[in-house]
């Protein structure tokens, strides 16, 4: 359980900070408190982040193309930052793989799925 509880704590801090993703982590989450307890399961399948997150990924395999402009605006933001204030050639060079990993994933593996009000004027 704890490590859920561990998952859990970086999957929000994940929606903070743009460059740590927060699906994976409540994903984990998930797994662990399957696991440990099914009332803890309960609970976190009953959190916002949870019902925002986890749901929408699992039932659609993707994710609506706002969603995904706001994830790569603010993480191309913070990876920038980074690639100026690090002095570290490698460490610019990791950034910029980085980045290009992250669209490479965004584009061509994640789904766009429309929005739920979009979805229902198409019937």
């Keep these: 359980m704890i490590p859920g509880f561990i998952s859990f704590g970086i999957g929000i801090a994940g929606l903070i900070l743009p ?9 984990i ?5 399957a696991k440990s307890s099914k ?3 309960s609970w976190f399948k009953q959190t916002k982040a949870y019902q925002q997150y986890v749901v929408v990924f699992r039932e659609k395999q993707g994710m609506t193309l ?9 993480a191309d933001a913070c990876i920038l930052y980074s690639i100026f204030i690090v002095n570290l050639f490698w ?3 990791m950034m910029v793989a980085l980045g290009l990993a992250k669209y490479y994933y965004f584009i ?3 789904k766009t799925i429309l929005p739920p009000e979009t979805a229902d004027d198409r019937h």
């Excluded at 460059?19 to 994903?27: A, D, I, K, N, T």
């Excluded at 706002?66 to 603010?74: A, D, F, G, S």
């Design 108 to 110: 061509f593996k994640m």
């Design 66 to 74: 706002k969603k995904k402009i706001r994830i790569n605006v603010i």
């Design 91 to 93: 460490v610019r060079v």
């Design 39 to 41: 009332r803890v399961e």
């Design 29 to 33: 989450s998930s797994y662990c408190f």
């Design 19 to 27: 460059v740590l993703p927060g699906l994976p982590f409540f994903l």
